[in-house]
């Protein structure tokens, strides 16, 4: 698989070539015709800032009087609700409380799906239906915002085993059963807080754009692995109409 690579070395203009990308993505869905506008949204510390960045940004505070914006969150930590460590809990902060949201600065305020609480069997089960009832039995995205380890992980997908077993176990398949697609799955990290949630890889391989966001040179080794045609989780979450956004620094 060929993914685009694009560097920046400025955390300005890595910003503000994401920031485009999401504007193009959703005048298109617009130019389609559109009433909403589906993303899945990455967790973790790379993509904070951008998120900031979105929900500050008047051009998407004009758009948002176009197309309703729904957000997603492509994986959560099986952590209290009210943890730091939880990633809703980040991108609610963001896009949906205090005078700063986008739920303030937008004309129409975003709507934001969240992990249920608790068990996280459960919790796969529910985010499932809520994925299938909002989207249709064969959803996609129109956009992905997706994150990068070192170890070439990408949401809760933390192996190649994780990606395989999220299409063979069927009782981490949505309720949907001609389409037989897994759309949430429960993992394990090899960090803590080990205990995961995340939508599966095809689901996140459907979206019409992926933005992988990486950042930090202690990433290099990894991205160019990728580059070369290495698999990884991340290779089997994207299509290769995929894009990295690398900031260098």
Known sequence: MSIALRRFSDDAAWKGAILACFEEALKAAIDRGQKAFHASLAGGSTPEPVYRALAAAPSLAALSTDILIHLWVGDERDVEA??????????????????????????????????????????????????????????????????MGADGHTAGLFSLADVADSAANPARHATAPQTATPFTLSTVAPS??????????????????????????????????????????????????????????
């Open 82 to 147: 009210t943890s730091p460590l939880r990633n809703g809990r980040m991108i609610a902060g963001i896009f949906m409380e205090g005078p700063v949201s986008a739920a303030m600065r937008w004309n129409r305020s975003p709507v934001l799906h969240l992990w249920p609480k608790g068990d996280r069997i459960a919790a796969c089960a529910t985010y499932a239906r809520e994925i299938e009832d909002t989207l249709g039995p064969n959803p996609e995205f129109d956009l992905a915002i997706l994150g």
């Open 192 to 249: 803590e807080p080990r205990l995961r949630m995340t939508m599966g890889a095809s689901l996140l391989k459907r979206s019409l754009v992926s933005m992988i966001l990486v950042r930090g040179k202690g990433k290099a080794a990894i991205l160019a692995a990728i580059l070369k045609g290495g698999e990884f989780p991340l290779t089997a979450a994207v299509n290769s109409d995929a894009e990295f956004f690398y900031l260098e620094e």
